[in-house]
């Protein structure tokens, strides 16, 4: 038989999926899953789909022989312990120069530690982010590559196809970085995700509990919003969801939907990088923080027994709304968040960088995220040109143009999250993005008194506005004898 260009191991939906996808680029592939009804499944998925060029295996073995040398293996199995699992059952057969990508949601730093260990064997290693789901892992994802740059250069012929393509600005991959940085970058990308999907819940709560408006109206009012600033996959799949009609009874099917909120762990990973890092990013904290209430739900139903029996309700008071203004606000208010949740979510790819010596280009990630991914947003580009202006920018809220538009949304801003609140509606992501607006943009903040009480009772020091120098009083003594 003639070897392959390239193996796959792992075939759940994802892996089937990319196999599928570079067969279809005519790449030969070989694929090899542990439970072998998978490889039969995908053998005949790849029959019906057109005759591609597609073999599978049932023993690891024959399935690493069937690639040609320089062998490049991807794995999609589940991240932690399948992986070293997998790489154990491969590496068995594989030679010197050959190379192993990991392509699941995996913590950066078991990325790192493997490509030392299989380096130990001569083989190359690399951690691959990849976005968009099931769909795009078939018709084109966004691919972040990062480790070992001769181990990129052995298969970036078949990414660049592979990946998703964007008219104006090419297929959505790029060589990430060294180390782990493929994976970290998919990891704070997951983050943002999360801040995004969170934005839009609550524009989503604001519209539907105090405006009142109907899945009719909403699907409206997203596909409408789906063609101007907010254009993205989040926005346009939302407009989708408030059509569906429940196949199992009457209405909609997104009413019938528990409200409760599934989790992986990418999230959470971004949030503790957030601390390690001290790199604010309420944004994303807040969405995680809903998800974790999101699961008290019966908590939650016992709570609302205690609370609506002393009069409160779930909505606090009706509000009379002009539906159309509120709809134009709330918009405004959700792109103005979601300025707040990306800034957030450079920055933390950018302190990443700095502490590991990846030299992550900023601009170039928005870029392959543009097409594939989750978080796909014509809004994207205007990220990509902040970076292409200045490379060095500390924040894209100090960006001209979008200082700018955040300027002319700030009124409406608030004036949702006000509503929200005095209605009882909970929008942690869109009041700890004003908030974290409000911060940045202040010179002075209290956080001098908290300073002057940290050094109060444990001596912290402080500095002076007026002065260079660190300095400490007696801050009890001198007190104590001024209420004498």
Request: one cysteine or more.
């Amino acid at each position: 038989m003639v070897q392959t260009r390239i193996g796959l191991a792992g075939l759940a939906v994802m892996g089937q999926n990319l196999a599928l996808n570079i067969a279809e680029k005519g790449f030969p592939i070989s694929v090899y899953n542990r439970t072998t009804s998978k490889v039969d499944e995908t053998v005949e998925r790849a029959k019906q789909e057109g005759n591609l060029p597609l073999y599978g295996f049932h023993d690891p073995e024959s399935f690493v022989h069937s690639i040609q040398k320089p062998r490049v293996i991807i794995m999609l199995v589940k991240a932690g312990s399948p992986v070293d699992q997998t790489i154990k059952t491969l590496s068995v057969y594989m030679e010197k120069g050959d190379c192993i990508i990991d392509g699941g949601n995996e913590w950066y730093e078991n990325t790192e530690r493997r490509q030392k260990a299989v380096a130990e064997l001569g083989l190359l290693y690399l951690g691959m982010g990849v976005s968009g789901g099931e769909e795009g892992a078939r018709y084109g994802p966004s691919l972040m590559p990062g480790g070992s740059f001769e181990a990129y250069k052995h298969i970036e012929d078949i990414l660049l196809k592979v990946a998703a393509q964007v008219p104006d600005s090419g297929p959505c991959v790029t060589y990430v970085g060294k180390g782990g940085s493929g994976n970290f970058v998919k990891m704070i990308h997951n983050g943002i995700e999360y801040g995004d999907m969170q934005l839009i819940a609550e524009a989503y709560d604001v519209l539907k509990s105090v405006g009142k408006l109907s899945n009719e109206e909403l699907q409206q009012v997203f596909s409408e919003w789906n063609k101007g600033e907010l254009l993205s996959f989040l926005i346009e799949i939302t407009a989708d969801i408030f059509g569906i009609k429940d196949d199992k009874g009457d209405g909609y099917l997104v009413d019938k939907v528990l409200d409760k909120t599934g989790m992986k762990g990418t999230g959470k990973w971004t949030v503790q990088q957030a601390a390690d890092l001290s790199v604010a990013a309420p944004t994303i904290e807040s969405s995680l923080d809903a998800r974790f209430l999101s699961g008290l739900k019966e908590e939650r139903v016992e709570a609302a027994k205690v609370f609506r029996s002393s009069g409160i309700g779930d909505v606090l008071a009706e509000q009379t709304v002009d539906k159309k203004k509120l709809i134009d606000d709330v918009r405004q208010a959700l792109y103005a968040s979601k300025i707040c949740s990306y800034a957030q979510g450079m920055n933390l790819i950018r302190a990443k960088s700095i502490e590991k010596g990846w030299d992550l280009k900023l601009g170039e990630l928005t870029r392959i995220w543009k097409g594939g991914c989750i978080i796909r947003a014509i809004f994207l580009d205007r990220i990509k040109k902040a970076y292409d202006r200045n490379p060095d920018l500390a924040n894209v809220l100090v960006d001209p143009e979008f200082a700018k538009e955040i300027i002319e949304r700030q009124s409406a801003w608030r004036r949702v999250v006000c509503l929200a609140i005095n209605s009882g509606i909970s929008t942690p992501g869109m009041s700890s993005s004003l908030a974290y607006f409000d911060t940045y943009r202040r010179e002075r903040l209290p956080a001098n008194l908290v300073q002057a009480q940290r050094d109060y009772f444990g001596a912290h020091t402080y500095e002076r506005v007026d002065m260079s120098g660190s300095f400490h009083t007696e801050w009890f003594k001198i007190a104590k004898q001024s209420k004498i």
